[in-house]
């Protein structure tokens, strides 16, 4: 979802090849468009094809041009989409520039999901109803509580991709993103990140998530549903709730008592790379021949470099499963590549930031400060979510040493 964004007022696109136009047209005629080109003659041959709002302009480098097509149409960064079908330069976008990115491609590659913009669509015409249908990844806005109980959509967009691991090819399914505290810029209006977090320690986001699986899962018409299994030091079987609710919506069956962990060993939060990972859970999980001939589902809440969960898959198919696939609720992002400018968000009173807070049951969010509970913090009020978030993105700006360090050239 645009997590960035409080309105789309315009779309910026970066047209590589001027071909598919009467796609473009149409999109041309439902939203305020800039388009950016290589050359002016490229714009001189299709200019008279668009409505006249329709602003062209020529390459420069990559945040001169988004710049100027903003002040052209006079919308800022949080009123903002930029559409390409290049992946680098929306990369490149997401790190110095706090506006909504939309890739369009067919295909997702493994190396890409850890920077995946706000939507990813097929192709460029499924843009229209998308945006109206389909407010952003399914996990984000099925978990992103606005109002008391009012998830922010209950319709979203999935992504998929196929994850070699030790000579297997394996299917993911992806219903949003995860970020860490280390993305500043993102956590701190992202609440599936926080869900992800506060589900490590109880149950109080079952509600949301078990709907969540179940909807993805009952489209793959599998035989069989089961979970990363926990490790034999008495650590929480956390999904196993979730698969059996899974189990009975879908008349799938539960496969959970088929993969166990037969050791211990060290959490991979602290390995950077799947081949360290790997080795770290190499032989320690172990499948039985029920599933045998079975195409198996297998979830869990966030994919790194998918070693844990690679691991359990060739497990299972080693024990004979036909198929595995792997259903997870975000996939880990990246931290960002370049420095950005962030205005903090603060308490009135007292000056402190003003942090994301999930209450204690669960359910809702606001930003307070350290001190927003206490008596004498007079003047001092939560901020709801929904204001929070506005205010926030109202600080999405570019500044003028961010086009000093713009050496990414169009190419």
């Known amino acids: 979802m645009f997590v960035e964004l409080n309105e789309i007022k315009g779309l910026i696109i970066l047209l590589e090849h001027v071909e598919n136009l ?49 002040s052209r149409m006079n919308i800022e960064p949080f009123e903002t989409v930029v559409v390409s079908k290049n992946f680098e330069y ?15 491609n067919q295909t997702l590659d493994p190396d890409q999901v850890g920077h995946m913009p706000d939507y990813q669509l097929k192709q460029a ?28 959509s209950n ?13 297997l090819r ?62 034999p ?15 009975t919506e879908t008349d799938t069956m539960n496969c959970c008592d088929y993969l166990k962990c037969i050791e211990d060993f060290p959490k991979q939060k602290t390995m950077t790379n799947q081949e360290s990972r790997a080795i770290n859970v190499e032989g320690k999980f172990v499948s039985f021949p029920d599933c045998r001939g079975k195409k198996i589902v297998l979830i869990d809440d966030v994919i790194t470099t998918g070693a844990t969960v690679g691991e359990c898959a060739k497990t299972l198919l080693e024990a004979g499963a036909s198929e595995v696939i792997i259903v997870v609720l975000a996939v880990n992002q990246y ?10 968000f603060t ?32 003047g001092s009020t939560p901020v709801f979510y929904e204001v929070g978030w506005k205010k926030i993105n109202c600080q999405n700006i570019l500044k003028p040493d961010d086009f000093e360090d713009d050496d990414q050239l169009f190419f």
């Not at 843009?127 to 606005?146: D, K, L, Q, S």
């Not at 992504?159 to 000579?167: E, H, P, R, V």
């Not at 994301?356 to 400060?369: M, P, Q, S, T, W």
Request: glycine share 6%; net charge positive.
């Open 22 to 70: 009467d796609e473009w047209i149409e999109i041309s005629n439902q939203f305020s468009c800039s388009f950016i080109l290589d050359s002016d003659n490229e714009i001189s041959s299709i200019i008279k094809l668009f409505n006249d709002k329709t602003i062209f302009l020529k390459k420069e480098t990559l945040l001169l041009s988004i710049d100027e097509a903003m």
């Open 233 to 247: 030091n008495g650590e929480r079987d956390r999904f196993r709730k979730i698969v059996e609710y899974i189990s």
């Open 125 to 152: 015409k499924d843009i229209i109803n998308t945006f109206r249908e389909y407010p952003g990844f399914f996990a984000e806005v099925n978990t992103t509580i606005v109002k008391f109980d009012q998830p922010f």
């Open 90 to 104: 929306l990369k490149t976008i997401q790190n110095h520039s706090r506006v909504g990115t939309l890739y369009i």
């Open 170 to 231: 394996l299917k993911v399914v992806g219903c949003g993103r995860y970020y860490s505290a280390r993305h500043y810029y993102k956590n701190r209006v992202h609440q599936l990140s926080h869900r992800i977090l506060r589900s490590k320690n109880d149950d109080s986001q079952m509600h949301l998530f078990n709907p969540i699986f179940a909807s993805v899962i009952k489209s793959l018409e599998a035989d069989g549903i089961t979970r990363v299994p926990p490790r």
């Open 335 to 344: 931290d960002p590549i370049f420095p950005v400018h962030e205005k903090k």
């Open 347 to 378: 308490c009135a009173v007292c000056g402190e930031d003003l942090h994301l807070r999930l209450f204690k049951n669960g359910k809702g969010f606001i930003y307070g400060c350290h001190n927003y509970s206490r008596a004498d913090h007079n």
């Open 155 to 167: 319709k979203g967009i999935i992504f998929d991709y196929f994850m070699d691991y030790k000579g």
